[in-house]
Nanobody
Framework: QVQLVESGGGLVQAGGSLRLSCIASGRTSSSYDMGWFRQAPGKEREFVAGMRLYDGDTYYGDSAKGRFTISGDNAKNSVFSVILQMNNLKPEDTAVYYC????????????????????WGQGTQVTVSS
């Protein structure tokens, strides 16, 4: 089983940057799709960014394009990390950010719905003040 642990959240002023990290350990391999999601109070969970470890392809939600960058290391020694670099943060980026993983079984489609992901971290709070 794969375990996910996020870190790097905090309080930042608008226009600032934060770097979120997701460490995955356990029975890992490169056959995983990784996603960052966020959920603000009273709002639905939202896809932020994703990465296919198999080939390194990246995917972004509309709110992240041009401001956030996802990167990561392929699985080695059963541990890998996925980083979400967030720049030019806005108050509307305030939310709990979650790292998630799902097995990649082939094909070109990248799933952006949270219900498609079976493995989740505990979440890390990001607060952006105006």
């Amino acid at each position: 089983q794969v375990q996910l642990v996020e870190s790097g959240g905090g309080l930042v002023q608008a226009g600032g940057s934060l770097r979120l990290s997701c460490i995955a350990s356990g029975r890992t391999s490169s056959s995983y799709d990784m996603g960052w999601f966020r959920q603000a109070p009273g709002k639905e969970r939202e896809f932020v960014a994703g990465m296919r470890l198999y080939d390194g392809d990246t995917y972004y939600g509309d709110s992240a394009k041009g401001r956030f960058t996802i990167s990561g290391d392929n699985a080695k020694n059963s541990v890998f990390s996925v980083i979400l670099q967030m720049n030019n943060l806005k108050p509307e980026d305030t939310a709990v950010y979650y790292c998630a993983a799902k097995r990649y079984l082939g094909g070109g489609y990248f799933y952006t719905g949270g219900a498609d992901y079976k493995l989740w971290g505990q979440g890390t709070q990001v607060t952006v003040s105006s």
